[in-house]
């Protein structure tokens, strides 16, 4: 795509799929072209006290329209949850860090509906094959999932803490949900300390 279809289609989806940050000045009505790390084709950043979403000039080229309506949509999704990041070789970070594309993935799921409003005739066979393959099994949202064994190492870490805090027969079952793994994790760091990962037998 060239950048002009890109700026008028981050436009369209601020509008009709993310008016509740079309409304707030701490978002800028226009899209970027920034040089990152290759990888990334998209990211936000806070420039002059505005959320500014960039693509990668790398990919301006090769990204098709609905590649970058999703990457665009995955970036505002970030912009709406707003969560404050950690240091990723600490154990809160890393959590956090997952958490939060993870969630940003669920965000652009909710946002289906209002963005297919924005999708032309023609195009939506193309859209439909793009999100298919976007929330396959590599989808960051797995990430929670796919985890495990990384969470159980951590939490391996406040042993003596969760031998005095929970009963090992309910451990048992804690150990196989990711999500009550995340959530002791976040409880123990914030409240007895975060666990340096680099410092730690956890790798990252």
């Known amino acids: 795509m060239d950048f002009d279809g890109i700026q008028e289609l981050y436009v ?3 509008r009709f799929a993310y008016p509740e940050l079309y409304s707030r000045g701490d978002v800028a ?16 950043v806070k420039k002059n006290n505005k959320y500014v979403v960039q693509i990668n000039k790398k990919h301006i080229d090769e990204i098709t329209k609905s590649e970058a309506i999703l990457h665009i949509a995955h970036e505002l999704a970030h912009i709406k949850l707003g969560l404050t990041l950690g240091r990723v070789d600490t154990a809160s970070g890393l959590v956090l860090d997952v958490l939060d594309e993870a969630l940003a993935e669920l965000v652009l799921l ?13 195009e939506f066979a193309d859209f439909v094959k793009a999100v298919a393959e976007n929330f ?3 989808n960051p949202a797995y990430n929670v999932f796919g985890l ?18 929970i009963d090992p027969s309910h451990m048992k079952s804690v150990s196989k949900s990711p999500l009550a793994m995340v959530a002791l994790i976040l409880i123990f760091a914030k409240k007895y300390g975060d666990i340096h990962l680099k410092k730690s037998r956890v790798k990252l």
């Open 148 to 165: 495990k064994e990384r969470f159980r190492g951590i939490l391996n870490e406040y042993k003596d803490l969760i031998g005095k805090l």
């Open 136 to 138: 396959g099994v590599e």
């Open 29 to 44: 009505r226009s899209i970027e072209l920034a040089d990152f790390p290759e990888t990334w084709p998209a990211r936000y």
């Open 110 to 122: 909710a946002k289906l509906p209002r963005i297919v409003e924005i999708i032309y005739e023609g």
């Open 12 to 14: 369209r989806i601020l």
